[in-house]
């Protein structure tokens, strides 16, 4: 089945919410986002640190492979109830761009079905627009995906 | 860069916002356009005037009567901007639901 990914709250406010729909169970969609092993595997970045509690930090690394550091970022998760949210904040390092704040919520739709609702709220609109712009922000860890592929198809 | 040029900034403003969902039917002169809100009638000049910066809308001449009309294609643009940062979130939830439909406790 076709799941669209929506992207809204643009026009008008300094907020992107972000929903889409999973043939998982809300327990298999809370997992995916608070188990390490299975963060790296889909948001194509290493995990340094999680503490998947209110009140505890998390830190990714993206790096090519040669090892350079190419995107890091990190936060603090302000609340982890589990199969049904997580609020915590994000920075991008070294950008100079300011953290923006994240609810995620889980929702069981069926038993067998489930929906992701991500509110990420900025600073000010500009600084989601900017953010938005930078290559490597968003963009970089499917880059990194496509020239692993690429590795690993002539290695 | 003007700053006023960005589409983001003129979509900022509510009373933009509103006089761009008024257009959205016809096109209106200033006037008519000013007598859909209580602001005083140069402010919605004003704002008139970031949004043809940003050509978000067109003018013309009618008689003694200048027109506003919508430039919807200049809208896309915002639905342009985002769709890169929507389709990487698509794929990494693709990513996310393969990876889940393999993994076994």
Not at chain 1, 26 to 35: D, S
Not at chain 1, 70 to 80: K, R
Request: aromatic residues 10%; hydrophobic residues 40%.
């Amino acid at each position: 089945m076709e799941r669209k990914t929506t992207v809204d709250g643009i026009e008008g406010t300094q907020n992107i919410q972000i929903t889409r729909e999973f043939d998982l169970t809300v327990e298999q969609l809370y997992k995916a986002y608070t188990v390490p092993e299975i963060i790296e595997q889909w948001m194509g970045t290493k995990v340094i640190k999680f503490e998947g509690f209110n009140h505890g930090g998390w830190k990714f690394e993206t790096s090519t492979p040669d090892g350079i550091i190419v995107f890091s970022a990190n936060g603090v998760h302000h609340e982890v109830v589990p199969n049904q949210r997580i609020v915590r904040t994000f920075v991008i390092e070294n950008s100079g761009f300011p953290a923006q704040l994240e609810f995620i919520e889980f929702e069981a739709l069926t038993e067998s079905s489930s929906k992701l609702s991500m509110l990420m709220v900025f600073k000010t609109a500009e600084d989601r627009n900017n953010i938005l712009k930078l290559p490597f922000a968003y963009g970089l860890n499917m880059a990194h995906d496509k020239l692993q592929s690429f590795f690993n198809s002539i290695s | 860069m003007n700053l006023r040029r960005d589409i983001f900034q003129a979509i900022a403003d509510p009373t933009r916002r509103a006089i761009l969902m008024l257009l959205t039917s016809q096109a209106m002169t200033a006037g008519t356009i000013a007598s859909n809100f209580e602001t005083a009638r140069p402010t919605v000049s004003k704002h008139l005037q970031i949004l043809i910066e940003c050509e978000l809308l067109s003018q013309e001449q009618n008689g003694r009567e200048i027109y506003y009309s919508l430039n919807p294609l200049k809208l896309r643009e915002i639905e342009d901007f985002i769709e890169p940062f929507r389709k990487l979130w698509d794929n990494r939830f693709s990513k996310l639901e393969s990876v889940m439909k393999n993994y076994t406790l």
